[in-house]
């Protein structure tokens, strides 16, 4: 008997044993929609701890589906508990009768056992299984499979591609009738990596239209729409950001206010606890933002070194290459860059701190890695978008950016988002405290590890307390004397200062090259 | 960086970051370790939904590991929202203070990833990973990706041995000083399939000593610890267990009321939802429950056909292999049978009607298949504990049977188990009503549907229901006759039993042949 015949089975089989049950509310919003019910009852139904069972109100018309969680105390058989959530999602009162009916198996759970069992399942059925997740009908366990499967067998372009579609299908798009309609990402990892902040204001200025969404911290220091948190207002409506872009070519806006792409975060959420990036999701996550904003030309960025995502020039290759070819297929033009990612970009880690990196770069002064960085990257990008021949974009972007046609473009969108006009790095706040930390030897800096200054930064306060968080003074290579000032560490509270430096002096982000690497006897 | 030293600088970090939070009695019986905090505090420290904190209550020195759950409204930053179980776990009150700690990402999430690379992971740290899971340091999610990996990229044997070692010795074990000891499990999916309890009397009759522990029904209308509690107390206390044996040979009781395994259900649980059955994983959660009882002699019923869990004769010969080959690095000789599943064994279906059919064999009656396929097994394992010569096991079997001692021993056993003396066929209790069925055409009887008459007799009550289900009078095979009856239907509740009725007319779990089997024009 085929799967489907022995569901239809079921189906009919479980419509008769429809229950009647009365509820009991529960005062507490649960984060998904559970609900209780008394555990003999349940067994004796045929209903266990992480079934699914359908919940109607008929009174109010209203459904929804909810996991099973069971008790043996504070239910008696027949009764449902409805946490808080849930009960209003259904309007229903304590004491009231409602329906409830298990949820058949659903079917995608075969296309799930058929992706671990090694075959390629066609675009509807990754569509069906996204929506299923989307509902509550898959659990968490079985998405965890379900991505584990993708991880271990791959995907086919198919595959990415049907999954781009249906997330970018899972939220609302953007729809700007300009062009050219412009985008970039950094697959992230590097602090201070801010070159969205001046990249956006050059292609901007040079005629592009770029709806820039951004996203916030998660283990990093800042993320961009942290950083321009500092400036302006980065919570912006859909309808805002059409109206922003049309009038002034950019914007600079955090993508988790709006809901582009809605099935993402469920598939965040699920990659998150093993750090299991199939990369046919991550591919398809990335490409769906694109793709739901209009872009038709794109620029990635994609860090190689030690500490970062991608450790290995080899694997940024083949995502680049993979870039390529899906975008081919989704109608964007896709340039890959691969960048050095060993240490970090600009001076700055922490949101305030890196927002001055941003102006001093926009005023003609600034970092110098990170202006070279984000001219290599404008440059690119408007050679991709046809603003300029191949090999002069770099010219252009540069030209751009001396002549303060970026600064103002940037200025411009800084108070079209609520911000102060003809913003100035001056303008920048500072935290209260701060303390410089000095060099203990001489040498030459060999490595500033990424990972652990975002965790000193972070112990700094960063990103919740925006003005904390770290400012160098070296950078990989440069030679430093024995108390020379390596860096300041900025915070709004003394304590979390002091938590800060004990975790700096422990773990010492800063290396300097070693002249005796072992010793053998 | 490795994996352990970034775990390393995390401990000393989050140990800087203890937090004190003030309790919230929350009066819900929760199903695991689940505490709630304020969502914005949360963040603020870096924890998210599903990260795992230690609680520790220093007044009472105890703590325990939970998982966190974020709400809006409930609570205030600064406040720990605690369930019953956990509350009780710590021994707090309400508003008293507790400290919470992030917990590591436990080193076994890096095992899990080795796993999902490919890697074979060493018997130590197939270890790690179940004791991570038995503490709940590890998530549903995290463990349905640990199962994916196994069914997918398969387990070696040194795996499968590692992680049969660790279940045993999750549990009690048990400790009879006797021998021979002896076993005998079934991979089930066959109605009606009680040989188990015609088994244990004849190998105890013969000196052997068989601890036989065994399971409830999941998804079949009886297991056989449902079958034998119609007779007799099943849930024994494992010193119980060692003191019947040891005085009559052998017992036939509920393994989930004693602690054998204790890791075994945890790992039931993670592989329900997909019914992601890793063939390692089924084979140590099998060997480990032989190896916790002592036994030294097992045969494992492998029943294969159409509608069961194996289709397939050549996935049943491999894992008998594999059964045999693992025995024997265990310590335990293994013989498999591979047996006919396609039909039900014996006429009845749900604890009573199947129980009769045990006691009518054991009297010298009774379904002719149930008894056949019983001295079979029997003579397979009296043989291989060496109480009888090869080829004259079913004889012997056969003698035992005849001459009333397996009944007498079966009536000793559940004496012991506290059921009635002498108990006999016509002590079975039958339900109230009674339905039969008649065949509404003339054919020879094709298929009969294990799934399916299961699906009528759980229906019908069965088997919570100890006295519902299906008394069949037909096998694959027989020629009927239109009019004749092919099944009684038995329930307590004439409102189940006209649904059991709807259910079986509406799915015909009865096939005949057909002569026709396709027109196509």
């Not at 309007?91 to 075969?110: F, H, M, N």
């Not at 989307?134 to 086919?156: H, P, R, V, W």
């Not at 606890?273 to 933002?289: F, Q, T, Y």
Request: charged share 25%; aromatic share 4%.
């Amino acid at each position: 008997m085929k799967v489907s015949e022995y569901n239809n089975i079921k189906e009919k089989i479980f419509k008769i044993q429809k229950m009647e049950l009365k509820v009991r509310k529960i005062k507490i919003m649960a984060a998904g929609n559970i609900v209780v019910l008394n555990s003999t009852f349940a067994f004796q139904n045929g209903i266990y701890a992480d079934y699914r069972i359908k919940l109607e109100n008929t009174k109010k018309k209203k459904e929804l589906i909810a996991i099973v969680d069971l008790t043996n105390e504070m239910l008696k058989p027949g009764e449902i508990g409805l946490f808080e959530n849930v009960a209003k999602a259904l309007d229903v009162e304590d004491g009231q009768k409602i329906y409830a009916q298990l949820v058949l198996r659903p079917q995608t759970l075969s296309f799930i056992k058929e992706k671990i069992e090694g075959k390629t399942l066609t675009a509807d059925k990754i569509d069906q299984i996204i929506k299923d997740a989307m509902q509550n009908k898959l659990s968490d366990a079985e998405l965890a499979s379900f991505m584990t499967a993708c991880y271990i067998n791959g995907m086919s372009d198919e595959e990415i591609i049907g999954l781009t579609n249906t997330i970018v299908e899972s939220g609302q798009t953007l729809k700007l009738n300009k062009k050219p309609i412009v985008d970039k990402h950094s697959i992230g990892g590097v602090a201070g990596n801010r070159t969205t902040m001046i990249i956006v204001p050059i292609v901007a200025a040079a005629g592009c239209y770029i709806p820039k969404t951004s996203s916030r911290a998660i283990t990093s220091a800042a993320g961009t729409a942290d950083t321009m948190e500092v400036l302006a207002n980065v919570s912006l409506e859909i309808e805002e950001i059409e109206k922003q872009v049309r009038s002034i070519n950019g914007c600079i806006v955090w993508g988790g206010a709006i809901n582009l792409a809605a099935a993402d975060d469920k598939l965040i959420k699920i990659r998150n606890p093993l750090s299991l990036d199939p990369k046919g999701v991550l591919l398809a996550s990335i490409l769906a933002k694109k793709k739901a904003v209009g872009a038709r030309y794109c620029i990635i960025d994609i860090p190689v070194g030690r500490g970062v995502k991608i450790e290995d020039a080899s694997e940024a290759k083949q995502l680049a290459g993979d870039f390529i070819n899906l975008g081919k297929k989704l109608g964007i033009e896709i340039e890959a860059l691969i960048t050095n990612g060993e240490d970090p970009i600009g001076n700055g880690i922490g949101p305030a701190l890196e927002c001055k990196d941003v102006l001093e770069v926009l005023e003609g002064k600034g970092p110098h890695d990170l202006r070279e960085k984000a001219l290599i990257m404008a440059g690119k990008l408007l050679e991709l978008a046809q603003k300029a021949k191949k090999g002069e974009g770099f010219a252009l972007a540069e030209s751009i950016l001396n002549s303060k046609k970026a600064l103002k473009k940037f200025q411009q969108i800084v108070q079209w988002q609520g911000g102060k006009k003809n913003i100035s790095s001056k303008d920048v706040p500072v935290a209260k405290y701060k303390h410089t930390i000095y060099s203990t030897k001489t040498g030459r800096v060999s490595h500033l590890d990424n990972k652990l200054l975002a965790r000193v930064a972070r112990a700094a306060g960063a990103p919740s307390d925006k003005e904390a968080g770290i400012y160098l003074y070296c950078e990989k290579g440069d030679m430093i004397s024995k108390g020379q000032p390596i860096m300041d560490i900025y915070s709004n509270s003394e304590t979390k200062l002091s938590v800060a430096i004990k975790v700096l002096e422990e773990y010492g982000p800063v290396e300097l090259e070693k002249v005796l690497l072992d010793s053998i006897r």
